[in-house]
């Protein structure tokens, strides 16, 4: 297992075999403020958004009984046994969430659409391909998987639509969060609806206005007053217990349900919609996973978080159940003693915030995920802390989502409202989960597909029903995340779709390695000076954007870089086996290719550390490849590696140091720094291509040139040193970066549809989200855009 970033403080924790309990406690306290903030303040509202109209008064207690049963129930059912002890299994790589579901599903079976995949990207280390023997019926749901396009396309706009009501959650949470804390005003105040909302809306602006400076700063509050909440509302359950209705254990029979559903017919199946209110959050127990360990997360829940919630739950049940002339004004604090009801209030808020926090944040994530999987306009992520991986801000989003939620609490006034719209956003996540696990259980688990399909029929069937609750309360709050959905899966999809077509334009417009060859003064072609730095979404081949850079400006720089910044369907990919480095044409054409790996949950780095990485990485391969040749008694200064086929051969480049000393130094001491692997790239999506290993070289270089250090090997290190001084006199000479700026038509003949999403849909998206030397943090003096028209 990978170490695990702790969020709050930044401290890296082992999550092997052999951590010591106590590693694991400080864990388990510390994800109660990340990952249980959401899921522990949902006794706020829950009964009120329960008891809102779907139930008539009655004298006797069947209805609360039957309500305290089914939150029971959905709380062990879907949470614990669910979540906790079969969800949170299927890791990616420690990772979980929506898009760890499909990278594992991506990874085991052939329905991804993203282009330029390479037979390489296997040998990462976090690939983690697992061969245990496969089932027959498991080889036949993945070839039927494989063989149908339109059932990739189906997975992917499942796993977009769970992202989507991931968003709306984020959306809805605050709102319902924080209108349900600060509406305990209502016991003391009167007018207090003129108070609850600008209150609430002041808050929500606060929240909302704080999200730049990163959660790290206040982070460390976060477990101790979510402690302090779950505390609190089980010492006032337990109270409410011994004081008002110490039989209330009873109602924790599945018989109430029964009683519950007989009696209140129609009524008591649409306030399944305010009972399913009680999970909400439970989705971040798997999505977080990355920042804690399973059995953190496991003790968390299982020891501290469940039995609070069930205490809780029971203590309002109690009170309710003695005073039914409430039933109408139904509220978390009309069950606190006025004696302590203001502190309750005010841990009750500060609770709320933290909950609030915790899922914008994760908004921010799942929306830079699929941003890198090219599922996502440009937007501008800013990485609010140096030391812990994965804390982000992005500021277009935050702001809607602030005007957004302010827009919710002003417009639904009331908890049932929101609590409609936020039960179905729920409900729609868990029921993609579901899907997708069930995919994983046959794909990557190699279990029976009976089993697959009794955990979909099981889990799918009670989520369908709370999802019909909502469903039926279309007009009553629930239109919202249905619209805010539609809505998003449409931008993204649309967004997905032209990236694609745009990559098989390139991909079919790419101008041949001979042509570039070719170039040269005879043609009235120059080589300036420096560092020319062209991004391209190709792994191999010359792209059409640099053709037409060189007909309308014959000149190119001294070193040429193709670079291709990609998504691997990995969470990360290590430092070391991030770049693969490989020429264009013989050594000395001076032409290079690199390939930068990112995974879906990687920081993307600055210019200013990429350039100088770049560089290391050339040189460290300009080494390799040297050493390569002498190895192979080839001292011909590329002429047996010119052609088409020095695009076949790539190396990962590991980690290397720059030494200030004018001396070029081969450390023997160090362990490898680079694991070199020979392999060609794949072209089309369909494409396999088999890897040849190349031998491993145990050195680590510093780059730096001094020609007193030739000995030897000394036609070899001549031509070495040579290609080392023009890398960095290049350097020093400055780097220019060459962007395409593109234009997207639909070409002629096209359906209205494509037309439609295409020419209207994406160009307008295109012009009004970043662009891509923003999302590739180029420095403006630097850029060099030019424009390309692709027909599609």
Same mark, same amino acid.
């Given at each position: 297992?990978?170490?695990?970033?702790?969020?709050?403080?930044?401290?890296?924790?082992?999550?092997?075999? +052999?951590?010591?309990?106590k590693?694991?406690?400080?864990? $388990?306290?510390?994800?109660?403020?990340?990952?249980?903030?959401?899921?522990?303040?949902?006794?706020?509202?829950?009964?009120?958004?329960?008891?809102?109209?779907? #139930?008539?008064?009655?004298?006797? !207690?069947?209805?609360?009984?039957?309500?305290?049963s089914?939150?029971?129930?959905?709380?062990?059912?879907?949470?614990?046994?669910?979540?906790?002890?079969?969800?949170?299994?299927?890791?990616? !790589?420690?990772?979980?969430?929506?898009?760890?579901?499909?990278?594992?599903i991506?990874?085991?079976?052939k329905?991804?659409?993203?282009?330029?995949?390479? $037979?390489?990207?296997?040998?990462? @280390?976090?690939?983690?391909?697992?061969?245990?023997?496969?089932?027959?019926?498991?080889?036949?749901?993945?070839?039927?998987?494989?063989?149908?396009?339109?059932?990739?396309?189906?997975?992917?706009?499942?796993?977009?639509?769970?992202?989507?009501?991931?968003?709306?959650?984020?959306?809805?949470?605050?709102?319902?969060?924080?209108?349900?804390?600060?509406?305990?005003?209502?016991?003391?105040?009167?007018?207090?609806?003129?108070?609850?909302?600008?209150?609430?809306?002041?808050?929500?602006?606060?929240?909302?206005?704080?999200?730049?400076?990163?959660?790290?700063?206040?982070?460390?509050?976060?477990?101790?007053?979510?402690? $302090?909440?779950?505390?609190?509302?089980?010492?006032?359950?337990?109270?409410?217990?011994?004081?008002? !209705?110490?039989?209330?254990?009873?109602?924790?029979?599945?018989?109430?349900?029964?009683?519950?559903?007989?009696?209140?017919? +129609?009524g008591?199946?649409?306030?399944?919609?305010?009972?399913?209110?009680?999970?909400?959050?439970?989705?971040?127990?798997? $999505?977080?996973?990355?920042?804690?360990?399973?059995?953190? =997360?496991?003790?968390?829940?299982t020891?501290?978080?469940?039995?609070?919630?069930?205490?809780?739950?029971?203590?309002?049940?109690?009170?309710?159940?003695?005073?039914?002339?409430?039933?109408?004004?139904?509220?978390?604090?009309?069950?606190?003693?006025?004696?302590?009801?203001?502190?309750?209030?005010?841990?009750?808020?500060?609770?709320?915030?933290?909950?609030?926090?915790?899922?914008?944040?994760?908004?921010?994530? #799942?929306?830079?995920?699929?941003?890198?999987? &090219?599922?996502?306009?440009r937007?501008?992520?800013?990485?609010?802390?140096?030391?812990?991986?994965?804390?982000?801000? =992005?500021p277009?989003?935050?702001?809607?989502?602030?005007?957004?939620?302010?827009?919710?609490?002003?417009?639904?006034?009331?908890?049932?409202?929101?609590g409609n719209?936020?039960?179905?956003?729920?409900?729609?996540?868990?029921?993609?989960?579901?899907?997708?696990?069930?995919?994983?259980?046959?794909?990557?688990w190699?279990?029976?597909?009976?089993?697959?399909?009794?955990?979909?029929?099981?889990?799918g069937?009670? /989520?369908?029903?709370?999802?019909?609750?909502?469903?039926?309360?279309?007009?009553?709050?629930?239109w919202?995340?249905?619209?805010?959905?539609?809505?998003?899966?449409?931008?993204?999809?649309?967004?997905?779709?032209?990236?694609? +077509?745009?990559?098989?334009?390139?991909?079919?417009?790419?101008?041949?390695?001979?042509?570039?060859?070719?170039?040269?003064?005879?043609?009235?072609?120059?080589?300036?000076?420096?560092?020319?730095?062209?991004?391209?979404?190709?792994?191999? &081949?010359?792209?059409?954007?640099?053709?037409?850079?060189?007909?309308?400006?014959?000149?190119?720089?001294?070193?040429?870089?193709?670079?291709?910044?990609?998504?691997?369907?990995?969470?990360?990919?290590?430092?070391?086996?991030?770049?693969?480095?490989?020429?264009?044409?013989?050594?000395?054409?001076? @032409?290079?290719?690199?390939?930068?790996?990112?995974?879906?949950?990687?920081?993307?780095?600055?210019?200013?550390?990429?350039?100088?990485?770049l560089?290391?990485?050339?040189?460290?391969?300009?080494?390799?490849?040297?050493?390569?040749?002498?190895?192979?008694?080839?001292?011909?200064?590329?002429?047996? @590696?010119?052609?088409?086929s020095?695009?076949?051969?790539?190396?990962?480049?590991?980690?290397?140091?720059?030494?200030?000393?004018?001396?070029?130094?081969?450390?023997?001491?160090?362990?490898?720094?680079?694991?070199?692997?020979?392999?060609?790239?794949? /072209? @089309?999506?369909?494409?396999?291509?088999?890897?040849?290993?190349?031998?491993?070289?145990?050195?680590?270089?510093?780059?730096?040139?001094?020609?007193?250090?030739?000995?030897?090997?000394? /036609?070899?290190?001549?031509?070495?040193?040579?290609?080392?001084?023009?890398?960095?006199?290049?350097?020093?000479?400055?780097?220019a970066?060459?962007? &395409?700026?593109?234009?997207?038509?639909?070409?002629?003949?096209?359906?209205?549809?494509?037309?439609?999403?295409?020419?209207?849909?994406?160009?307008?998206?295109?012009?009004?989200?970043?662009?891509?030397?923003?999302?590739? +943090?180029?420095?403006?003096?630097?850029?060099?855009?030019?424009?390309?028209?692709?027909?599609?």
């Amino acid at each position: 297992m990978p170490e695990k970033m702790d969020p709050d403080y930044g401290k890296c924790w082992s999550t092997s075999k +052999k951590d010591s309990w106590k590693t694991i406690l400080i864990l $388990a306290y510390q994800s109660l403020g990340v990952v249980y903030g959401d899921l522990s303040i949902s006794p706020l509202y829950v009964y009120k958004s329960t008891f809102a109209e779907d #139930i008539h008064h009655s004298d006797t !207690n069947e209805e609360i009984f039957g309500v305290l049963s089914f939150v029971f129930w959905t709380l062990t059912l879907v949470p614990l046994f669910k979540y906790v002890f079969i969800v949170l299994r299927a890791d990616d !790589n420690g990772e979980g969430g929506t898009f760890a579901l499909y990278s594992l599903i991506c990874r085991h079976a052939k329905v991804s659409l993203l282009p330029n995949r390479q $037979a390489a990207d296997e040998a990462l @280390s976090t690939y983690k391909l697992e061969h245990p023997p496969e089932r027959k019926n498991s080889s036949r749901v993945k070839v039927l998987l494989e063989r149908h396009k339109f059932l990739h396309t189906a997975l992917l706009i499942l796993v977009l639509l769970g992202t989507c009501m991931v968003i709306g959650d984020g959306l809805l949470t605050p709102a319902i969060s924080v209108f349900s804390a600060v509406s305990g005003l209502e016991l003391s105040m009167s007018n207090h609806q003129y108070a609850v909302i600008p209150i609430t809306c002041f808050i929500l602006v606060c929240l909302f206005a704080l999200q730049h400076y990163g959660t790290h700063r206040v982070g460390f509050v976060f477990a101790p007053v979510v402690l $302090a909440w779950l505390l609190c509302i089980s010492s006032l359950g337990l109270y409410n217990i011994l004081h008002w !209705n110490r039989h209330v254990y009873k109602a924790l029979s599945p018989y109430y349900m029964f009683k519950f559903l007989r009696k209140t017919r +129609k009524g008591g199946w649409m306030s399944l919609g305010g009972i399913l209110l009680c999970i909400t959050g439970s989705e971040a127990m798997f $999505a977080d996973l990355g920042h804690f360990s399973y059995s953190a =997360i496991q003790i968390a829940f299982t020891f501290l978080v469940y039995p609070a919630l069930i205490l809780a739950y029971m203590g309002q049940a109690a009170y309710l159940s003695k005073h039914h002339s409430t039933i109408y004004q139904i509220s978390f604090y009309v069950s606190v003693p006025e004696s302590v009801r203001w502190p309750v209030l005010v841990i009750a808020i500060l609770a709320s915030v933290v909950g609030s926090q915790a899922i914008i944040s994760g908004t921010f994530s #799942i929306i830079n995920q699929s941003q890198s999987l &090219g599922c996502f306009p440009r937007v501008k992520v800013v990485h609010t802390s140096d030391k812990i991986h994965g804390q982000i801000y =992005i500021p277009e989003i935050n702001w809607m989502l602030m005007i957004l939620c302010i827009a919710v609490t002003i417009g639904f006034r009331d908890t049932k409202h929101m609590g409609n719209a936020s039960g179905l956003a729920v409900m729609a996540v868990m029921l993609v989960t579901t899907c997708l696990t069930s995919l994983v259980i046959i794909l990557c688990w190699h279990k029976p597909p009976l089993l697959a399909l009794c955990f979909l029929l099981f889990f799918g069937s009670i /989520e369908l029903l709370y999802f019909s609750a909502s469903l039926i309360k279309f007009l009553e709050g629930a239109w919202l995340p249905i619209l805010l959905a539609l809505f998003l899966v449409t931008i993204m999809f649309v967004w997905h779709y032209a990236t694609i +077509k745009k990559y098989e334009y390139d991909l079919h417009n790419k101008v041949s390695l001979e042509w570039l060859l070719a170039l040269g003064p005879s043609l009235g072609i120059a080589r300036v000076p420096g560092i020319g730095v062209v991004f391209t979404d190709l792994t191999s &081949g010359i792209p059409a954007n640099f053709s037409r850079f060189v007909t309308n400006l014959p000149a190119f720089h001294r070193i040429l870089v193709f670079v291709c910044v990609k998504s691997v369907p990995v969470p990360y990919v290590p430092p070391a086996e991030r770049y693969l480095v490989g020429r264009v044409g013989p050594a000395a054409h001076r @032409s290079y290719r690199c390939i930068v790996r990112y995974g879906y949950r990687d920081v993307h780095q600055d210019v200013d550390s990429f350039e100088s990485e770049l560089v290391d990485k050339l040189a460290d391969f300009i080494h390799y490849d040297w050493s390569q040749r002498l190895t192979s008694g080839n001292e011909d200064g590329g002429s047996q @590696s010119g052609g088409s086929s020095s695009e076949c051969r790539l190396a990962v480049i590991g980690t290397v140091a720059l030494s200030g000393t004018p001396a070029f130094e081969i450390d023997e001491s160090l362990q490898p720094a680079s694991v070199s692997v020979g392999f060609l790239t794949v /072209e @089309s999506m369909t494409d396999v291509i088999e890897m040849e290993p190349v031998g491993v070289v145990e050195r680590r270089v510093r780059f730096a040139v001094d020609e007193s250090e030739s000995d030897v090997r000394s /036609e070899i290190d001549v031509q070495l040193q040579e290609e080392l001084q023009d890398l960095l006199t290049a350097q020093q000479a400055g780097t220019a970066f060459i962007l &395409g700026h593109s234009h997207v038509k639909a070409k002629q003949g096209s359906s209205p549809l494509k037309r439609l999403a295409i020419n209207f849909g994406y160009n307008f998206l295109r012009r009004n989200c970043r662009g891509p030397d923003v999302a590739l +943090k180029v420095p403006p003096v630097s850029l060099l855009e030019v424009g390309m028209v692709y027909i599609v």
